[in-house]
């Protein structure tokens, strides 16, 4: 029996023939294209036309190759699952990849890292009267790059908009990569395809979560609806009916907006939702968006807080330090968003806060799912002032990355990535 060493020795002279087959190059399939571009619009000639439509279909072939390139690569793989005692030889899923990469992380093996560039937020365009933030969680449940992805520009268009039948913040937004992908060569692209993603507020999972369901007195509130509270709600919360982060779809349909007060003199105290009352079902490997908005500068505030679902926390150590005006808080989007990291018992989302001065303002916790969306997962969120309207747009910017051959032709042929490094153990051959 081989060592893992030599196994992957194996398969990094098989990743050789294939990337030097036909991927190599980094200009051969853009040259290719850009060609049969020019062929069909300015070359002279009246057979252009047809040289460049025989180029195009040769290139059609080299695309229909890639199939066979599993079929070289397998044995080896089949190898792999053997010296490592994976479970079942011949099984190439998703868990065996996961498996592999654990596998890789326990014995130091690691491949070169397509090092892509993913932002973590997409500024909104700048001609857009609306604004939004586009979220992205790009990284898997060990908090590694997810480098099975294509290298594109990501595009959110509002298609409905709130005064074509949407709710405030629930907006239809289509996701786009550009530019169109033309066929497995071209992993720089993205196939046209489109995704609705919903304003965040659409797809809530809180109940009451913009504090719209006000109560019998809004200045010493006994009880707030849908939510926990461990201290005295009368005497420590109340309503504000003049200053909140923005409409809900709920507050809009009566004209009348809402936070919640947070007040001095209760000590550490926590709001906050059992989410098994909720009947929300969190896959374990999709992730979630978890924020609230709050506001520190009525009365100038001091003490401390804490957004948290589950065992998962993101501390505000100095609400003094919160902007003027209101800001959103989200938790971190690594593997504390998905419910393998953040489960726990009973499983609430919450928010916590030691007020010991002034009043903390809370309003619009936000708890829902991402859309995952070729390979990444997508949240996108309105803004505070005015939702994007009709064919506004979202953009983030391009990915990049560095060759990495044993990574790329893993991406081409199996849709997956192995456990990566800067500086790798096996180097790309
Ligand atoms: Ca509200």
């Not at 993603?197 to 010493?220: C, E, K, M, R, V």
Request: hydrophobic letters at 40%.
């Amino acid at each position: 029996m081989a060592t893992r060493a030599q196994i992957f020795a194996n398969i990094s002279g098989v990743v050789d023939v294939l990337y030097g087959s036909l991927l190599r190059s980094p200009t051969l399939i853009p040259s290719i294209n850009a060609y049969v571009g020019s062929a069909a619009a300015n070359l002279i000639g009246s057979r252009a036309a047809d040289g460049g439509a025989a180029l195009k279909a040769l290139r059609t072939q080299f695309a229909d190759l890639v199939p066979g390139f599993q079929s070289v690569l397998d044995p080896h793989i089949f190898d792999l699952q053997e010296e490592t005692g994976y479970k079942q030889i011949g099984s190439i899923d998703a868990e065996w990849w996961e498996f592999l990469r654990d596998d890789m992380v326990v014995n130091a093996l690691s491949v070169k890292e397509r090092n892509l560039t993913i932002p973590a937020s997409g500024a909104p365009n700048g001609g857009n009267v609306g604004n939004g933030t586009l979220h992205v969680m790009s990284t898997d449940f060990r908090d590694r790059t997810r480098e099975n992805v294509d290298l594109a520009k990501y595009l959110a268009i509002c298609t409905v908009d709130q005064n074509q039948g949407a709710g405030v913040g629930q907006e239809t937004f289509e996701l786009s990569q550009t530019p169109t992908q033309e066929d497995v060569l071209d992993p720089s692209g993205g196939i046209g395809e489109v995704s609705a993603l919903t304003g965040i507020s659409g797809d809530q999972i809180l109940t009451n979560h913009s504090f719209q369901t006000l109560s019998a007195a809004p200045a010493a509130p006994t009880e707030i609806f849908g939510w926990d509270y461990d201290g005295d709600p009368a005497a420590e919360l109340e309503f504000d009916l003049t200053d909140f982060y923005r409409l809900s779809p709920e507050e809009d349909a009566f004209n009348q907006g809402a936070s919640l007060r947070m007040k001095p003199g209760g000590g550490n105290r926590t709001l906050s939702q059992d989410l098994r009352q909720r009947n929300a079902a969190f896959s374990e490997d999709e992730p979630v968006i978890a924020a609230i908005a709050l506001r520190g500068d009525l009365g100038n505030p001091t003490g401390t807080g804490e957004l948290f679902l589950g065992s998962t926390s993101l501390p505000i150590p100095d609400i003094s330090a919160i902007p003027v005006g209101w800001s959103v808080f989200f938790l971190p989007l690594d593997k504390g968003v998905l419910s393998r990291d953040f489960n726990a018992q009973p499983l609430q989302f919450g928010f916590r806060a030691n007020v010991l001065s002034g009043y903390l303002s809370v309003d619009t916790a936000i708890l829902s799912s991402f859309t995952l969306y070729q390979g990444l997962w997508f949240a996108m969120l309105g803004g505070p002032v005015a939702s994007l309207q009709r064919d506004e747009y979202v953009v983030l910017v391009d990915l990049a990355a560095t060759e990495a051959k044993f990574q790329l032709v893993m991406y081409v042929v199996y849709g997956e990535y192995l456990h990566h490094l800067a500086v790798p153990t096996i180097p790309d051959p």
